[in-house]
């Protein structure tokens, strides 16, 4: 019997809700692509944001990028999961898609901040997962701000200010990852999230398999 690949274990489950989150420049972003191109059962998240696009981004893998009126809107008609202001740019998670993941017991990943990773654990504590990724000092992290010279160096001072601020959330996260190597870093969320998506109450599908075990085994 073939399965389909978000069962894992053949195992009907329900979908978790992974949330990477960290200051800007500690890998995030890396780290989620990574991941969604080596997981088939996981797929991103991709929210609506008022800021504007940066050189190499592309309309609807990046961002949704809209105007403060749309975003208005957007929250206004209840369109959104969660939503926050980052750095004077509005931000906010699309909720029809979400849903339809998860439903269809997929995994979603969230790149969002502290304070969306708030709204969504109050909304769903059961299916959220988190993750906090710290730089490993404060030089790799402007360094690796400026070596992706997608920023002007004033939006990186703004950055570099807004990143302690940041990190001081790092306790409200169920693990935190220190990101001194990309492939170790890679190898540590990808082991976080196997872990968890083999957790017992979400393989909601185990009562009925282990049933129709016993069944055949009193055959
Ligand atoms: P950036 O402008 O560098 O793409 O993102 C800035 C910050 O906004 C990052 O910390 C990112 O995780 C966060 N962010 C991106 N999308 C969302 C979202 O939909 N909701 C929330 N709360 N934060 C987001």
Redesign the pocket.
């Known amino acids: 019997m073939t399965e389909p690949d978000h069962s894992l274990n053949g195992v009907e489950r329900r979908g978790l809700m992974f949330v990477?989150?960290?200051?800007?420049g500690a890998g995030?972003?890396t780290l989620s692509r990574m991941l969604v191109a080596e997981t088939p059962e996981l797929q991103m998240?991709v929210?609506?944001?008022t800021?504007p696009m940066?050189p190499g981004e592309v309309e609807g893998r990046?961002?949704d990028f809209v105007d403060r009126p749309k975003f208005d809107a957007m929250v206004a008609a209840g369109e959104?999961l969660?939503?926050?202001n980052?750095?004077d740019?509005c931000?906010?998670?699309p909720r029809v898609p979400v849903e339809a993941a998860l439903s269809a017991g997929r995994d979603v990943l969230?790149?969002?901040?502290?304070?969306?990773?708030e709204?969504l654990r109050k909304r769903a504590p059961k299916d959220v997962v988190s993750v906090f990724i710290l730089p490993p000092s404060v030089q790799q992290l402007e360094h690796r701000l400026h070596t992706r010279a997608q920023d002007s160096d004033a939006v990186i001072r703004g950055?570099m200010k807004k990143a302690g601020d940041?990190m001081s959330h790092y306790d409200d996260y169920d693990y935190i990852v220190i990101n001194r190597n990309i492939g170790l870093a890679f190898e540590s969320v990808r082991a976080i999230l196997r872990a968890e998506q083999l957790r017992r109450d979400r393989q909601v599908g185990l009562a009925s398999f282990v049933s129709a075990m016993r069944q055949q085994l009193e055959r």
């Open positions: 990477l989150s960290s200051p800007s995030k972003t998240s929210s609506a944001t800021r940066r990046d961002y959104f969660e939503w926050a980052v750095f740019n931000y906010g998670t969230f790149d969002i901040d502290w304070q969306g990773t709204q950055r940041e």
